[in-house]
Structures are given as structure tokens and as C-alpha cells.
T-cell receptor, first 114, second 109 residues
Framework: DVKVTQSSRYLVKRTGEKVFLECVQD?????MFWYRQDPGLGLRLIYF???????EKGDIPEGYSVSREKKERFSLILESASTNQTSMYLC?????????????FGPGTRLLVL | GQNIDQPTEMTATEGAIVQINCTYQ??????LFWYQQHAGEAPTFLSY??LDGLEEKGRFSSFLSRSKGYSYLLLKELQMKDSASYLC??????????WGAGTKLIIKP
């Protein structure tokens, strides 16, 4: 079974803090994704990566950055957290880049920015 | 623009059948996914359709009509554990998933 883990289930941070969300997958997947999920909206793609050290902007990259130094690990960074970044953050991975592949999700991190 | 529409909420009775519809307008089409998401948990894969027609998988079936930009998820013999949100997502020509907002399904005894 594919396993995608995220470093925290719940986080509370203050405005202006730097926030790191980490995601690890154990199935040697090429693709990794960061989404945010807000009530009444579909999952929105923040960034994705199809290989180590590669990253691509999704639909809402502003205020976020990412890092993929190792194939299994994909980190999302909020350089200076703001209240409008309060959300559920979901990491996902899929096997191959440029193919139609099922995405496997981590349990999510619920972030509250005060 | 790209758009996925599905009802916000549906209610059904335990043991009954429910159909959750999804319509889409996307830049290209490489397939349509249905995911299930229980409250506070991660989405999990249910089905994938790329050709027109019905795909059956136990109590769950998914239908696709590419010409109509339409899909539905059919759940039979509903159980209380089927109470969840059901997410429709289309893979566009860039192999990116475009997600609907999800349909919250409430099952009543």
C-alpha cells in the first residue's frame, strides 16, 4: 500500500511566522503535489514537482514556496504566514509524470494562522 | 475557463440507491476520477473513467459521457459508512487534476 505521511495533523501559528509543512511518500513516486482545501471550494493546487529539485507552480502559488531535495520528500513553506492561509493542506503523490495516474493523499494538515 | 460542477449536498436513506452527478468543462480530457473523503480525512480513490460507459466496482459504479461532459457516481445498498464527501476530478490535457468542490452525502437510517 502507498503511504503518504505529513509531519503534523494540526498546527497553530502566528501571523508573520515561517511555516514548514513536510510530506513523505514511501512508494518511489515521481510526482508530488501540495493542495489546499477550503469549504465550498475544490482542491486547489499550490505547487507540484515531477522530479527531485524540480518544481512547478499550480493555480495559487502566491505566498508559498516548495522544496524537493529528495525524491520521497516534498516540503511546503509559508514564508510569512497570513490569516488567509488558514486552511487544510493536503499532500499527494502519483507514480509517473506525464501519465494519467491515481493520486494518493496524506492525512492532511489543518493550519490555523492567528 | 475550467469548471467542475456537482451538487453541494445530498441526503439518502440507508439501503437505498443514490446518484451523484458531475458536469465538467475543461481544457482537454484525459480521464475523470471519483474520490471519497470522510470528514477530517484524506481523499481516497474510488474510480477512473476515460471511455464512455459504465464502470462497476462492487456497490459503486461510475458512468461517463464525454460528448456531454457528464459523469455520475452510483452508490447502491447504501450503508451508514458511505456518509462522506464525494469529489469529482478531471485530468486535463496537461495531466493536471481539476477538482469539483465535492458533494456531501448524508445517509439517514
Amino acid at each position: 500500500d502507498v503511504k503518504v505521511t505529513q509531519s503534523s495533523r494540526y498546527l497553530v501559528k502566528r501571523t508573520g511566522e515561517k511555516v514548514f509543512l513536510e510530506c513523505v511518500q514511501d512508494m518511489d513516486h515521481e510526482n508530488m503535489f501540495w493542495y489546499r482545501q477550503d469549504p465550498g471550494l475544490g482542491l486547489r493546487l499550490i505547487y507540484f514537482s515531477y522530479d527531485v529539485k524540480m518544481k512547478e507552480k499550480g493555480d495559487i502559488p502566491e505566498g508559498y514556496s516548495v522544496s524537493r531535495e529528495k525524491k520521497e520528500r516534498f516540503s511546503l513553506i509559508l514564508e510569512s504566514a497570513s490569516t488567509n492561509q488558514t486552511s487544510m493542506y493536503l499532500c499527494a503523490s502519483s507514480r509517473l509524470a506525464g501519465e494519467v495516474e491515481t493520486q494518493y493523499f496524506g492525512p492532511g494538515t489543518r493550519l490555523l494562522v492567528l | 475557463g475550467q469548471n467542475i460542477d456537482q451538487p453541494t449536498e445530498m441526503t439518502a436513506t440507508e439501503g437505498a440507491i443514490v446518484q451523484i452527478n458531475c458536469t465538467y468543462q475543461t481544457s482537454g480530457f484525459n480521464g475523470l476520477f471519483w474520490y471519497q473523503q470522510h470528514a477530517g480525512e484524506a481523499p481516497t480513490f474510488l474510480s477512473y473513467n476515460v471511455l464512455d460507459g459504465l464502470e462497476e466496482k462492487g456497490r459503486f459504479s461510475s458512468f461517463l459521457s464525454r460528448s456531454k461532459g457528464y459523469s455520475y457516481l452510483l452508490l447502491k445498498e447504501l450503508q451508514m459508512k458511505d456518509s462522506a464527501s464525494y469529489l469529482c476530478a478531471v485530468e486535463d490535457s496537461n495531466y493536471q487534476l481539476i477538482w469539483g468542490a465535492g458533494t456531501k452525502l448524508i445517509i439517514k437510517p
